[in-house]
């Protein structure tokens, strides 16, 4: 990346708070960022003190990068902070997870009711071996049992790794066997689009392929019954759960962990290479997500969180297990497919349950503007009051659709910019003080300060709304030590150094652009390795998607810089047309000079093909490395991460096919 990202796109609406939500807001007095940023220690602090700790710390933060620690000498349980508070308290009786199967099955289930369950599951894993220390692997369907299964693993001093119920037996086992787990839950299946995803067979695959001799016990969930077929179960090694966990005594004690006790790992895949094994500890992890989901989510007594992602993704570790529960607020959870048995099921959900809080992803927004409006106007959304966007910048024109037509131009929007590195919230609006603009996740979260640096470590720093005059684009960088960053990989410092704090030393290197704008407002540009150099101009990929999928043909747009022999490299675009186009020459014609019109000359495609899917990882991040192999007619890199690899293959020969 060369000096400065140029910055192309230009968004001027802005939507402040509404007085009303103003006035009940967790979050309303601006002077929360000044305070956290001449003080951020402190800050952290005050939030630390909300959870509750068996022996106080003795110093806040010891930073010496890449060494960090939080609360040090300070003991917790996490299980405890999420459940037993509560169930103890005046919460016992208020539901804690409402549970929908994608069959229609629901469950709730009341934090007495989950103080009793985890309790049971942390008192089987007890006794299939699993001591403090030991890891566990985590293979489940998106089922209460899965949350669950992490807080027993909490509660008794274990790490918990979650790996993704879509993944395959090979990366099931790559990730147990580099964790060393001593213990696989999984289920005899789970329900998605209408089929049994087979998870006990696939385990079962993992160990006959890679052995994964760290592994003990098995424990099987029975989430399908007789439409999953037969399970085979190994003898010595695999447990049922109705076996083991129903016949365990209600009573548990919490481990009492230190504050920089392992309390999981989980594993990013990257867009190459083995996966990390990214480590979260227990009080400064804890203090995170508890501030964040206080303050980003609005969280109130009354509301019902419904945040989309799967516990497989450090989105439900921290917005759905951990930070909701720790406040004691009541979670949605559902197992299955959007598109299931209709494409208004989240509408329906959300209709049924009241959700008040919904928090999903900008593809998945894309997708819903796809099928079209007619599916959310079909429910009432009334319950709503707050939005939220993670996984990828969300495109303007995606933001005022969720906005207008999920929203009722009434709910603010929380563009949450974030990673499983740094365990909770980094750059998000406060939605009772921000105004938001569409496509920035605008500022910084107090206590948070980040840096935009160019090539040579230049450039300025920001805390929250302070204005600057500089409009400037560069390397998202953290600078001060934040409690819940992620303390490592798993068993790979070096690789952990390497990544994160060589490039600026002493400053945690995000690996994203940013932009920063006038008003002192970020705009996320997207991962560095995918912004191109056209003709001497750094163009983010993010800004021309931006364009595309302004045009009214155009669901979803990926871009990419191809090789060129006198601008160094031209604008190709990937696009699926929404329902009711067909591609044709004027159609590509008018797209090119959309884009061009919208953003300038300098952008305008010199490629636009038409596919009906684009290729993204099983989180829904557009992988962009297999388009660029594509379009330089290079044989496919590793397609193993890709939700469905027969996308890229079918693309590869469409593409070779219509360049001749
Ligand atoms: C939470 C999560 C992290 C990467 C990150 C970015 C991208 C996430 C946003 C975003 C722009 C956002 N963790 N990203 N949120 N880009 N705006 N609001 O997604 O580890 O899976 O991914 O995702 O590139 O570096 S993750």
């Given at each position: ?319 759905i297990t951990y930070g909701p529960l720790s406040n004691g607020a009541t979670v949605l959870i559902y197992e299955g497919a959007p598109d299931t048995p209709d494409k208004d099921r989240f509408w329906r959900i959300i209709e049924k349950h009241k959700a008040t809080i919904l928090y999903t992803a900008p593809t998945a927004i894309r997708t819903f503007m796809k099928w079209g409006a007619e599916y959310p106007a079909r429910c009432d959304l009334s319950s709503l009051r707050l939005l939220g966007s993670v996984g990828e910048p969300i495109n303007p024109e995606a933001w005022i659709w969720y ?258």
């Amino acid at each position: 990346m060369s000096e400065t990202i140029e910055s192309l796109l230009h968004e001027a609406r802005s939507y402040p708070p509404s007085p009303e939500f103003v006035a009940q807001a967790n979050a309303n007095d601006p002077s929360i960022y000044d305070k956290a940023f001449h003080d951020p220690q402190g800050f952290w602090e005050s939030w630390a003190k909300t959870l509750h700790w068996f022996q106080p710390w003795n110093r806040v933060c010891h930073f010496e990068p890449p060494v960090v620690e939080w609360f040090v000498g300070g003991k917790l349980n996490a299980c405890y902070n999420c459940v037993d508070r509560h169930a103890e308290g005046d919460r016992a009786n208020k539901r804690a997870i409402v549970f929908e199967g994608e069959p229609g099955d629901v469950r709730e289930i009341t934090y007495a009711e989950l103080k009793v369950e985890v309790s049971k599951v942390a008192n089987a894993l007890k006794e299939l071996g699993v001591q403090k220390g030991d890891r566990v692997c985590i293979y489940l369907p998106m089922v209460p049992e899965l949350p669950i299964t992490m807080l027993a693993c909490a509660r008794i001093g274990a790490a918990h790794t979650v790996v993704f119920g879509g993944f395959s037996a090979d990366s099931l086992a790559e990730r147990a066997n580099d964790a060393e787990a001593k213990v696989i839950v999984t289920a005899d299946g789970g329900w998605r689009r209408g089929s049994v995803v087979p998870l006990k067979k696939i385990t079962d695959e993992a160990f006959e392929k890679h052995g994964c001799e760290t592994v003990e016990k098995v424990l099987v969930l029975n989430r399908v019954g007789e439409a999953g077929g037969d399970v085979n179960m190994v003898e010595g090694r695999d447990v049922h759960w109705s076996e083991i966990v129903t016949r365990q005594s209600e009573d548990c004690p919490c481990e009492v962990m230190d504050s920089e006790d392992l309390l999981f790992i989980l594993y990013t895949s990257g867009s190459t290479g083995k996966p990390k094994g990214i480590t979260h500890t227990t009080g400064g992890y804890l203090t995170g997500v508890t501030a964040t989901s206080k303050l980003v989510f609005d969280l109130k007594e009354d509301d019902l969180h419904f945040c989309t992602a799967d516990c497989g993704w450090i989105t439900g570790h921290s917005y759905i297990t951990y930070g909701p529960l720790s406040n004691g607020a009541t979670v949605l959870i559902y197992e299955g497919a959007p598109d299931t048995p209709d494409k208004d099921r989240f509408w329906r959900i959300i209709e049924k349950h009241k959700a008040t809080i919904l928090y999903t992803a900008p593809t998945a927004i894309r997708t819903f503007m796809k099928w079209g409006a007619e599916y959310p106007a079909r429910c009432d959304l009334s319950s709503l009051r707050l939005l939220g966007s993670v996984g990828e910048p969300i495109n303007p024109e995606a933001w005022i659709w969720y906005h207008t037509n999920i929203g009722a131009g009434k709910c603010p929007i929380v563009d949450t910019w974030w990673q499983t590195e740094t365990g909770a919230i980094m750059i998000t609006p406060l939605p009772g003080i921000t105004a938001t603009k569409p496509g920035s996740a605008t500022h910084p979260f107090p206590g948070v300060h980040i840096k935009v640096l160019d090539d040579h470590g230049n450039g300025v720093e920001i805390s929250g709304p302070h204005a600057t005059n500089m409009t400037r684009g560069g390397y998202l960088v953290i600078e001060q030590p934040w409690p819940s960053m992620t303390r490592g990989i798993y068993n790979d410092p070096d690789r952990y150094k390497k990544t994160y704090w060589s490039r600026f030393p002493k400053n945690y290197f995000a690996g994203d652009g940013v932009k920063l704008d006038n008003d002192g407002y970020l705009w996320l540009l997207g991962r560095v390795d995918d912004i191109m150099l056209v003709a001497g101009h750094n163009i983010s990929t993010m800004e021309v998607e931006s364009a595309l999928v302004d045009h009214p043909a155009i669901a979803e747009a990926a871009v990419i810089g191809k090789t060129h022999d006198i601008k160094g490299q031209a604008i190709a675009a990937f696009v699926s047309l929404r329902a009711g186009f067909t591609g044709s020459d004027a159609l590509i014609a008018e797209i090119k000079g959309h884009v061009g019109k919208k953003i300038g000359p300098i952008a305008r495609p010199d490629d636009v093909f038409i596919s009906a899917d684009l290729p993204k990882t099983r989180s829904g991040k557009i992988m962009r490395r297999l388009l660029r192999d594509i379009a330089e007619g290079r044989a496919l890199g590793d397609t193993s991460t890709l939700a469905d690899p027969t996308v890229v293959a079918s693309l590869k020969d469409r593409y070779e096919t219509s360049e001749g």
